[in-house]
């Protein structure tokens, strides 16, 4: 493999300097953070099974007319995708109740929601991404009005959207994050989808049983875990004959 440069490491990925200017390469990790880092794993193959999962989703995503960072998948752990400014907000969109919205409100966990609820929080490990609202964006500057009118809009579609494929596998979308980003686009800027979509910042549940097939069974240590992701991928057709075989070696870098 060919020395690259690192431009990013983050808790689930690498990113490193593309090979065309606006380009990024994704590097999928197998390690697992949860609570803002506070615990700490590896979930085997949960890199390859990601990567194959989010560049499934983002596909179908941007036949609906959804745009995304996705270009194509490059190998078993790699894909290349539009270098985007993050925006340092997290959208997570919420159709039952779970995790911190039940513990906040009282609610029973898998009490389905009134209707969807679409929550901000600001991207700050180290303040463990406090919710914030859209005054609290505007007035930071972190996106502008139509920004967020953008992000408000094209969130709810992927909701609905993501909410009927999953249904038709058998699972339910309880809640997800997004990540957006800006891009320079035809004399103009453009927000985009980012990040992943995986069950790494989904939760999802099985219809008939409520079993949980997501990053939560490493948070509540119900184990079992590996497994969860493959029957995701294994309902998606694209489990891969060995979801632990890493095609691409560990990643190197050159000095920046």
Known sequence: MSRRRRIYEGKAKILFEGPEPGTVIQYFKDDATAFNNKKKGVITGKGVLNNRISEYLMTRLAEIGVPTHFIKRLNMREQLVRQVEIIPIEVVVRNVAAGSLATRLGLE????????????????????????????????????????????????????????????????????????????????????????????????????????LDKDRFRRDMGRVEEAYQEVARRLGILPEDPGRDVAETPTEEDA
């Open 109 to 212: 966990e898998g009490e389905r929601l009134p209707r969807s609820i679409v929550e901000y929080y600001y991207k700050a490990d180290h303040l463990n991404d406090p919710m914030v609202t859209e005054e609290h964006i505007t007035a930071f500057g972190w996106a502008t009005i139509p920004e967020i009118d953008e992000i408000l809009n094209m969130s709810i579609r992927v909701n609905d959207f993501l909410s009927g494929l999953f249904l038709g596998i058998g699972l339910k979308l309880v809640d997800f994050k997004l990540e957006f980003g800006r891009v320079f686009d035809e004399d103009q800027d453009m927000i985009i989808l980012a990040d992943e979509i995986s069950p790494d910042n989904c939760r999802l549940w099985d219809v008939k049983t409520n079993e949980k």
